[in-house]
């Protein structure tokens, strides 16, 4: 369809323009239209608007519409609550999801699991409408800002009569002009000035504007929320995210699967609200509210040996630090956060001593440590040899021996030992620190079974606590997350638009003078009362007395 | 420093009685046309003046309130359901001065003031005790991200003050088309809401003057990582006469109430949360009591609520009151979107290792957020300004509302610490 776009004055107009670019008349109303303007975009053709669209224009044109954005984020906020009717899978560490929703919460529960609701958040309905949302802030924002850019750098001071009549402040009225109309205008630019007004002039008419940065608040806030949105995508290229939930027993350095770092727990402590400290509600009922708990850690960086487990890493300290919830350990970036812990006591390590049963002399004593223990031990005239350790000690279907856990909850320890009076190859000992483990699986009996008459004459015992190390255990989240940095900028920038476009507004009057008529028009993106006030107050300094009220040219109130 | 504390709890009543008294001087203020007074220009001057003195005396009797119990407790009162709704109430009048002074409309007095007493009564439902914190809220970003969330959330109480006046304005009452009817029966419904919030507080403080209590003892049955169920048996006091016991429970103690001596109804199965029966209880006794309420409301005006104050709003210009809406909302939402999402993931990323975790209270505001950018962007669109605008300032309060409250009442997550 052909659609003449040449305005009156002259100016050539792309497609899809409402206003003349050049002096604003608007081109598409009936001669004799009279309600307030669409001043969206100053009337400009936005790129969306173009004759004879393609598939890649439809693609663009569908994204661009507002409409359709606020369908996105509408469906995205309905979406976002069913994810909130029951616990996320995410949020439970232990269980199995496939029978946790049907068994807590009926049938309900199993058509909430059976849809994929359990894991809303990261299913494919629901980032694909986060990834349209970001294209819909990357396409309506371009589609916009560049002809409105354009359109707000070349502005005619001198409006057409039609286009200040349909503003939505106006005023209009014959003036007994003193001076020339000239002289007039010239004196509003003062009162203007002092309002922040940015004025000019030419001849008998006047254009003042202010604040149009503000304009570019929305594009700036959608920037931000792009780069926000991307950095979290960016989590997804290998090496950027890592996330580990880690126990550490006092005590102990252990290594950080992935990486080239141990970590070691030097000390955990807790301090629980004493009694009287709580409200007196919650007081005497034997409450542990802790007050504070902190490990402190210690991070190494392996130099040498890593890789290879016949050998012992070499570790060079890299950094300490007291962690606390909410002070994590921060080494460029490799992150270590108190999550969590275990006050209960756990074995770390005994210093038994080796005896004959029937003298009761003592021939020595050794560290055993329940990890990392060591292979070898002389004790006096004796050496010990480690055969066999089970940290968690049971047995198998089969009778053998096992370990059921790495946790050093029931541990046991096979010693071969050789020395003094002796058989040549040594006798075998099956040692359980714990007394509880002692008893459980018959110490006595198994070594008699081992290596007879061994186990009446000699053996191996704790001799009191004060030889036995306990310790608490500190859950600690390891996390590598390289795209931090990019999701705080992206937030900053976020917040600055919205600052911009939220608590400025951009205002413009235009003026002109036919003979002794004022034409006034006054518009603004936001808040009409502040912009009725300004032209209020101009044409009170003029010696105009108006109601703001009165200038209100009717329509919406956008 | 228990006198310090006393002291706070003295100003924060104060305020609460100046609060109750600004509403009833600006009710007198805007009614006074009504009064066929010979200069009704005079009267709204003259009282315009006496009802925001007294509306600020009061919000400075509340910040005075607030500064003594942070010296006395030794934080920031803002980590528990008492502290932080108290806090809220105080930026609802805080936001109000600031809107106030912008647009000096006394009507405004009338709706967003009583939005402030009534989320200050509802405060005071939960326990007043300072009491300690636990590591995870012991952080500067506790502060700053409450507070922040808290002043945006306010402008947003005041958007759905001037959005519900609009509409009580707008709404032909009078009318029987299909149109009008509808509108007439939902404003009737958000007035009916507000007093079923109102019959919550009433019934509590009710119970709580007449010292009543019923005490149940439930067993509670949960699975743990090994698929073994254990079971505990838990006390679960009832301050609220109850109807609903929890489920599975026996009766420990019961205060008869109106000649009723046991519970009416056992909770279902499915409510086996924590004091899930307890929770249910209150919401039936909220409902009950706003129904009584305004029953009687209905009985002295003898029509609909909405068309009993209709009247009282002629006069005020609509489209003042939908700029002043719209206003509020502007300029809370960039204030909510940095405390409420920006500081709450700085916090997060600090004491929980994730700056963004799904819990149910994230999502929440990040549901808030996305209604009020729906919000701003139709605003733009023609046809969306006046009626319509109005009912989503007052829907977007809602989601406020539930934001805050629904969450920890009906899902627990990790914000849990603040339980009602």
Redo the contacts between chains.
Sequence with gaps: MFQNTKCECGHQNHVGTVLCEYCGKPLNDAEDANEPLEM?YDGVARKSQKANPSLIDKVWNFFSS??I??YL??T??LG??L???F??E??F????PS?YYE????T?GKIYYTLGLSH??TSWWFVTLLVMIGTSLVICSLDRVLPLYRALSKQQIRKHMRFLTRQKVVYQQEIALTGSAEEWVAQAVKPLRRRHYRVHTDGSALLAEKYRFSRWGPYINHIGLIIFLLAVLARGIPGWYM?QYIAFPEGEVKRIPDTNYYLKNEKFTVKY?KDS?????MQGENRL?????ETNAVLYECVEQCDDPSKKPVLKEVTRHNI?????LDYNGF?A???DYDPTLRLRSVKPEFRNKETGEVYGEFQLEMRDSALSYDVGPYHLELKEKYLDFGLNEEGQPVTKSQEPNAPAFLFLITGPDLAKEGELYFYFPLQIDKERFDQEALNAKLSGDFAKKFEIKVNGMKNVGLSTTSFL?I?V?SA?PF??VG?AI??LG??MG??WNHRRIWLRFDGKQLTLGGHTN????GMRSDVANLLKQMNIEVDA?SL?NGG??? | MKSLLDFSGDAFLAAFFLYCLAFVFYVIAISGKMWKKSDPAAHLKRWKVISFTTSTLGTIAQITYFFTRWIGGGHIPTSNMYEFMSFLSMMIMVAFTIVYLIYRTAVLGVFAVPVAIIVMAYASVFPQEVQPLIPALNSIWLKIHVTTAATGEAFFAVGFAAGLMYLLRTVDFASKTKKAVRAQRWVEITLLSVLIIIGFIASVFTFRAMGYEAVFKQTIVTVDSQQQESSKIEEVKYKLPAIVAPYDSETVKFDSFLGMSKPLFEAPSWMNGANAGRKLNTVVWAVISGLILYGLLRLIVRKSLGAAIHPAMDGIDPEDLDEISYRAIAIGFPLFTLGALIFAMIWAQIAWSRFWGWDPKEVWALITWLFYSAYLHLRLSRGWQGTKSSWLAVIGFLVVMFTLVGVNLVIAGLHSYAGV
């Design positions: 969206r507002v409409k954005a606020v984020i509408i995205t906020l976002a609550t994810g909130t009717i616990p996320q995410s949020t560490i232990n269980g199995d029978t068994k807590t919460y009926g309900i809303t958040y996330d609200y400290e709580l409200p007196k509600e509210i802790a007050e504070l708990y606390e919830v909410n002070k994590p992150m956060y108190q999550t989240t996390r997350d931090m999701i705080w937030a976020s917040m919205l600052v939220f608590y936001k808040n009409w009362y009220k209100d919406e109130n956008r």
